[in-house]
């Protein structure tokens, strides 16, 4: 199993669509018993949360966020923790949108300490 993803801050490696969570957005990761959650902000995305739970490398998650424009959104992910080369994590995600259409993948890492 990777390893555990309590205060790691991760960042997506490209950008999604407009209004979307993008390469200027921060996740800060929280993990405990099994349960994980995370707060995001940047970009497009005033606040984010995020919540749900992790087996082995396994996470699965509902996500809900506040928009520049002042609007929501929310949604379901399943993603893959991954251990980098360089000691880095990486989540490889599949998600889905619950209050509106669309789905897709998307790629964060740790980001690296100065």
């Known amino acids: 199993m ?3 993803l309590d205060g790691l ?3 997506p490696v490209a950008d999604q ?5 993008g390469t ?3 996740f800060t990761y929280h993990e405990q018993g099994g349960r994980i959650w995370a707060e995001y902000t940047g970009g497009d995305v005033v606040r984010g949360h995020l919540v749900g739970t ?3 490398d396994a996470l699965d998650f509902r996500y809900v966020q506040l928009k520049q424009d002042g609007t929501t959104s929310s949604g379901h992910c399943l ?3 991954v251990d980098l080369a360089d000691g880095r994590v990486r989540l490889e995600e ?3 949108w619950e209050s509106q259409e669309g789905s897709g993948t998307s ?4 980001v690296a300490s100065c």
């Open 2 to 4: 990777a390893r555990s």
């Open 9 to 11: 801050v991760l960042a």
């Open 17 to 21: 669509a407009p209004g979307q969570v």
């Open 24 to 26: 200027r957005t921060r």
């Open 54 to 56: 992790r087996d082995g």
């Open 79 to 81: 993603s893959t923790v």
């Open 94 to 96: 599949r998600w889905r």
């Open 107 to 110: 790629v964060v890492e740790e």
